[in-house]
């Protein structure tokens, strides 16, 4: 729309920002929000800035907290000897809601990514090292993706830990629950054979 | 993750209320905004409450500016005598961007949608008679789209404006430019057939 109101123009630019939104759908929702629901932007607009102002990143293992220190590290009732390194926050929860895991976790910056500037200093490889090296820990869990970034990373932290003879362990790679082997691709029937116990 | 800070929990729902946006998408646009881009929040949520404080409604027709009229509206050089009906402020958009039409434009809130609690007092159509019976209007196209609801639309707005002898045009619905019969719907070219000239 040639006409269109500058303060829609900067809200549709502003949408297209998030992940996964396109001119097209930044539009739906600047449309959607000023026609039908106008309480909803503002209630966003709100949730936005309190998300911005009081989240921060924990100072032991760096997930979304808004305290110094979140509540998983902050639990007495967790396992201090485990550590379990992921790339997200998201990770995090998705490892939470298993329920099998009793240890504590460190949160990566995302994964090694040089193309797009994520080298080792951004990971925060030196606080994990830092953090494993404690004493406590006695293993360290290594929970990365089985992309080629999220391996490149966990040979990183592996290496690293090795040479300073922390003991760590890599999560399996195998058929996934449920799989039949027919429908399973054949790098994972490849490793799920290699990695048989 | 149940121990999620609480303002991060309340930007997930916030997000989640944008059209499109499930619990996954939600969650990872939030992620993605506190962790990489907390400018872009503050700069999303300050775009959303200037839009909400500026943009209003057309009082001729209905679309979104930051006048009392539209642009469109107070364009001197519109064809005064045409007034093109459309459902949304994308459509007339949309319709802007083909270069065909010239003049002015009426945009319901919506489409007849009985079942979510859209009727005919909702959609602004006593506004939309107002106006088309100005005296100055000769011809309304109703640009409503070809779905069961555009179409109900369409046949009440051209109802009432048949009672008040104000002519009113429906668009074309027909095989789409650079299409091969062989691969258009068969309800499609029937109406092509049908609406042959």
Known sequence: MDQSPKSLEHLVQALRKLPGVGAKSAQRMAYHLLQHDRDGAV??????????????????????????????????QRDQTRLCV?????????????????????????????LDGVGIAELGLTR?????GNGV?????IATSFTAEGQATAHVIAQGLSKRGIKST????????????????????????????
Chains 1, 2 share one sequence.
Do not use: K, W
């Open 137 to 141: 820990i006695e293993e360290v869990i």
């Open 43 to 76: 209630h966003l607009a709100q949730a936005l800035q309190s998300a911005v102002q009081h989240v921060q990143h924990c100072e032991l293992c760096y997930t979304f907290t808004e305290q110094t220190i979140c509540a998983t590290c902050a639990d007495p």
């Open 86 to 114: 992921v790339e997200t926050p998201s990770d995090q929860a998705v490892l939470e809601r298993t329920g099998a895991y009793e240890g504590l976790y460190f949160v990566l910056q995302g994964r090694l990514n040089p």
């Open 128 to 132: 994990l090292m830092e953090r494993a």
């Open 170 to 197: 890599r999560i399996a790679r195998g058929v996934p629950a449920g799989g039949e082997l027919e429908f399973v691709d054949l790098g994972t029937i490849a490793h799920a054979l290699a990695d048989r116990h």
